[in-house]
C-alpha cells in the first residue's frame, strides 16, 4: 500500500492545509524529547502536510480522503503528549483538531466539549456557567485539549478525589469519526467507551467529549515541609485518608528537588526538605492546618489562594509531569519513571530511593485507585544509559512495583505489556486500512510480538534512527 500524497492533498485543498516543511515539522512533535530513549530516535519524524478542520464535517472529509489515497493519519490536540504518542511514525497526514475549540452544552453535572477545546479553557466556561469545573485535568491544564487528554492521559489533578481516567463514570459519552471510505460517525457510552479512550487515535478520531463536572472552588495551594522523606509521605498518606477533607491535589516530592528545581518557590523551601504538594478546598483549609500543626516533623512553607500567587504558578504545576519538566530545565540529565507503589508506598519509596541514592529523586502522587488511595511515583532519575534504566526498571518490578514506562511510544510498552483486545478489535471495525496512527498499537502490526523480550519495538517507519 503506498500513500498517495500529493492525491490527497490535491482532494482537501480547499481546506486549511499546510504543506510547509518547518511547520509541518513542529506540528509532528510532541514532548517526547522528555525521554532520552525517545529523542534518540524519533527526533527525525516528520508528516508530510497538516490538516486543520473547522468542524466536523471536514474532519470527516480529511479521513475520506485518506482512506481513497491512502495516507497515515496522526491525530493532533495540542501536542503536549511526552510518550511520541502524536508523532507520525511514517509520515502522512497529521490532524490537528485546535479549531474544534467549542464547548457546546452546559448542565448540571455534565459538559460536552468539540474535542479540541483547551481544559482550562473549558473549566471558564463551566465555571462561569454554574460554578462548576471538570473532575481532573493533567498538570497541561492550560495548553492540553480534552480529546488529547481522553486519548493520550491517564489521569492527574483530581485523581486524588475521582481516580483515573478509565475509571466508570469519568466519561461519558465520546463521539468518535471511523476511516473507511465512508467515515462512519459512532457514538460510545459506558464500558464502549475503553474501546477508544487511551487508544492514541488508532481506532477513530473523537470530535466531541461529554464530561462530568464537580463543584469549582477557589483551590487553595500549599506546600509542607519535612527534614525526612518518609515522614513526608506518611503525612501524605495519612491526609489522603482523612475522608472530610477535599483535596484536589496531593503529592510528595524528595529533596533536592523542591530547592533546586522549583525555581520560583525555592525562597520558600530549605536545600534540604522535602514536600508535600496540596490544593485544599478552602472549605477543608482548617483542617488541613490542624492535622498539619499535630505532625511534629510538618511545617506549613506556603500557602496561597490559586489566584493570588503572585505570579507564581500553581501547585499543580509543580506535580505530576511538571516535577520533571522543571527539574528538567535545570538538569538536562534528569528523566523519569512512572512506578504503581500501592498501598505499601511508605516502605517502598524508602527501599527504593535507599537503594539507588545518587540516581532517583523520589515524586509520589497520592491518587484513589479502585476506591483505595495508592502511591503512584514518578521518581525523577539522573540518566546515564539505556541499560542503567533498564537495570532500575528491573529493581523495581523485583520489587513488585509495577513500572508503566514513559520511554516507550507504542499502548502495548507503555502500558500493560499485552495487547488490549477490545480496543484491537474496534480497530479492525473503525480503521480497516490501518492508517489511523501507524506503528502505536504492536497487536496491529505483530500479533506474536514476544512483550517479555523487553526491547523497545520499532516500527519500520523508525528504521532510520537506528
Ligand atoms: P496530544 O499530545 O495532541 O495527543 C495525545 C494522543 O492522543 C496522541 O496519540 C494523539 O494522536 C491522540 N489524540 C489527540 N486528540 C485526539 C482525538 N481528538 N481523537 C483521537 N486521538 C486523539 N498526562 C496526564 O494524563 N496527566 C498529567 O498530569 C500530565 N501532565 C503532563 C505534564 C507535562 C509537563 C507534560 C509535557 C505532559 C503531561 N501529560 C499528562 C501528558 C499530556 O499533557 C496529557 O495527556 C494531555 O492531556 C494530552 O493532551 P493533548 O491535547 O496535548 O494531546
Not at 502500558?415 to 474496534?426: E, V, W
Request: glycine share 8%.
Amino acid at each position: 500500500m503506498t500513500a498517495d500524497i500529493a492525491g490527497c492533498k490535491a482532494a482537501l485543498a480547499h481546506l486549511d492545509l499546510d504543506d510547509n516543511p518547518a511547520t509541518v515539522k513542529q506540528k509532528s512533535r510532541d514532548f517526547f524529547w522528555y525521554s532520552p530513549v525517545l529523542k534518540a530516535r524519533m527526533d527525525h519524524l516528520t508528516a508530510d502536510f497538516v490538516v486543520t478542520p473547522r468542524n466536523e464535517a471536514e474532519v470527516i472529509e480529511a479521513l475520506a480522503a485518506a482512506y481513497a489515497h491512502d495516507v497515515p493519519v496522526t491525530t493532533r490536540g495540542s501536542g503536549t503528549g511526552n510518550y511520541g504518542q502524536a508523532m507520525p511514525l511514517s509520515g502522512g497526514m497529521v490532524l490537528h483538531l485546535k479549531a474544534l475549540d467549542r464547548v457546546l452544552k452546559i448542565a448540571p453535572g455534565r459538559v460536552v466539549a468539540q474535542a479540541g477545546a483547551i481544559l482550562s479553557e473549558i473549566d471558564k466556561a463551566t465555571r462561569a456557567d454554574s460554578g462548576q469545573e471538570l473532575r481532573l485535568h493533567p498538570s497541561t491544564y492550560n495548553t492540553a485539549s480534552i480529546g488529547g487528554f481522553v486519548a493520550g492521559g491517564s489521569g492527574g489533578v483530581g485523581s486524588i478525589r475521582w481516580g483515573g481516567l478509565r475509571d466508570a463514570g469519568n466519561i461519558i459519552r465520546l463521539r468518535l469519526i471511523t476511516c473507511e471510505a465512508s467515515p462512519r460517525v459512532i457514538e460510545l457510552t459506558g464500558d464502549a467507551i475503553h474501546k477508544a479512550s487511551h487508544a492514541y487515535g488508532v481506532n477513530g478520531i473523537i470530535t466531541e467529549v461529554e464530561a462530568p463536572l464537580a463543584p469549582a472552588y477557589d483551590w487553595v495551594d500549599v506546600l509542607v515541609g519535612f527534614d525526612d522523606w518518609r515522614a513526608a509521605n506518611a503525612y501524605a498518606y495519612a491526609l489522603a485518608h482523612q475522608d472530610g477533607v477535599l483535596l484536589k491535589e496531593l503529592a510528595t516530592v524528595a529533596a533536592p528537588a523542591g530547592h533546586a528545581y522549583f525555581l520560583r518557590h525555592r525562597k520558600f523551601i530549605a536545600p534540604g526538605q522535602h514536600l508535600a504538594i496540596l490544593s485544599v478546598a478552602p472549605q477543608s483549609l482548617d483542617a488541613v492546618l490542624t492535622l498539619t500543626a499535630r505532625d511534629k516533623g510538618a511545617a506549613v512553607l506556603f500557602r496561597a489562594d490559586r489566584d493570588a500567587t503572585e505570579g507564581l504558578p500553581p501547585a499543580y504545576e509543580l506535580g505530576w509531569n511538571h516535577t520533571t519538566l522543571r527539574a528538567l530545565r535545570v538538569d538536562p540529565e534528569i528523566t523519569y519513571l512512572q512506578v504503581l507503589y500501592d498501598r505499601q508506598v511508605l516502605d517502598k519509596v524508602t527501599t527504593l530511593s535507599g537503594q539507588f541514592p545518587d540516581e532517583l529523586i523520589g515524586h509520589v502522587e497520592y491518587v484513589r485507585f479502585d476506591g483505595r488511595i495508592v502511591g503512584m511515583g514518578l521518581p525523577m532519575v539522573r540518566f546515564t544509559s539505556e541499560a542503567r534504566l533498564d537495570e532500575i526498571i528491573r529493581v523495581h518490578e523485583e520489587n513488585d512495583c509495577p513500572i508503566f514506562n514513559p520511554h516507550r511510544y507504542t499502548l502495548e510498552e507503555g502500558g500493560m505489556k499485552q495487547s488490549d483486545p477490545l480496543q484491537l478489535s474496534f480497530k479492525r471495525e473503525t480503521d480497516p486500512k490501518g492508517l489511523l496512527n501507524p506503528g502505536k498499537m504492536i497487536a496491529w502490526d505483530d500479533p506474536d510480538y514476544d512483550f517479555s523480550s523487553g526491547k523497545l519495538y520499532l516500527f519500520p517507519g523508525m528504521a532510520a534512527a537506528e
